[in-house]
């Protein structure tokens, strides 16, 4: 009986996260051309990245006019690339270069979303993002509510010189009590993507930027965090009245002054790169990428092969 419940626990919790957690969309907000969106196309470029169990991520790079910092943007859990694209525009003239992507079964990149899935995705954006970027400005991890809390998982894994944190919760349990009042649903959500616990070993500065009257994810959410944070320098802006997507239109100044302020005060380090795998895990990676490709071929073409099946029966 026991054992059965665990399961059943367990079940309902990866059902949780899927239904819940990720809210992926797989058409844009209007269209995949960065101009629709504010940015300049001669600033925009398209990149794919492969993960390291096979999938291929969609993305843009941006590069600003005058660039004092590059970042890897991780999003929210609505939608995809394009529904922030539209604040590119305030990074580019905030000096930052912008890998912005999207997680496995967002917009273009293939796969599903889930928990492993993500912070998967979002290592192999941080090496490629590592391999373009200029070598000489420093490199910011920014999160976005979701995208936050996934940075601060990944930034235990891969070095950046600093970490941004938008509108980001502090424990899954928490924000699910937020979002479902008076339902014990934090019960399902598990301990994955624990702010917290990850920022008390944080070693390089820390910018949380948050809204007053955040309705997703509220304030006292980010003084957790801020007060979590011993490691490292910390800065925090809130926005007054600022709501959970509001910010660079309420207060743009503010964000500007905030980021770039941040993005000055850091030091690169050259050394700071992971090693590079040996050669015998490169061979199996290798291997491991083409296998699931072929798989994916094969799966597909024998979707396309029932649907005409199908179709030839009606």
Request: proline share 6%; glycine share 8%.
């Amino acid at each position: 009986m026991g054992g059965a419940a665990i399961v059943a626990l367990d079940i309902s919790r990866r059902l949780f996260r899927a239904t819940r957690l990720f809210l992926p969309a797989r058409d844009p907000v209007s269209t995949w051309n960065p101009e629709d969106y504010g940015i300049p196309r001669d600033q925009a470029e398209e990149v794919w990245i492969d993960t390291a169990d096979g999938e291929r991520l969609h993305g843009w790079y941006l590069r600003a006019r005058n660039p004092i910092a590059s970042s890897l943007y991780c999003h929210g859990n609505t939608g995809n690339l394009t529904n922030v694209a539209h604040l590119m525009p305030r990074l580019l003239n905030s000096g930052f270069n912008v890998l912005l992507w999207d997680y496995r079964g967002y917009g273009k990149s293939t796969g599903w979303a889930s928990v492993g899935g993500v912070i998967t995705d979002t290592i192999a954006a941080a090496q490629y993002h590592d391999a373009i970027r200029p070598r000489h400005l420093p490199s910011i991890l920014f999160g976005f509510s979701l995208g936050g809390a996934i940075a601060a998982q990944v930034i235990q894994r891969y070095p950046f010189d600093g970490l941004i944190l938008q509108s980001t919760f502090n424990t899954l349990p928490a924000i699910t009590r937020v979002a479902f009042p008076g339902l014990p649903l934090h019960l399902l959500s598990g301990r994955a993507f624990d702010t917290t616990r990850a920022l008390r070993t944080l070693h390089v500065p820390l910018l949380i930027l948050h809204g007053t009257k955040d309705e997703a994810c509220p304030c006292w959410m980010a003084d957790v965090m801020y007060e979590a944070c011993n490691g490292a320098t910390k800065t925090i802006l809130r926005v007054e009245g600022g709501l959970h997507k509001d910010l660079w239109e309420r207060d743009p100044e503010g964000m500007v002054n905030a980021v770039r302020s941040f993005a000055e005060s850091l030091s690169t380090h050259e050394d700071r790169s992971p090693e590079p795998p040996g050669i015998t895990e490169q061979i199996v990676d290798r291997a491991l990428r083409v296998t699931r490709r072929y798989l994916r071929v094969i799966a597909s073409a024998a979707a396309r092969h029932a649907g005409r099946r199908q179709v030839r029966s009606c």
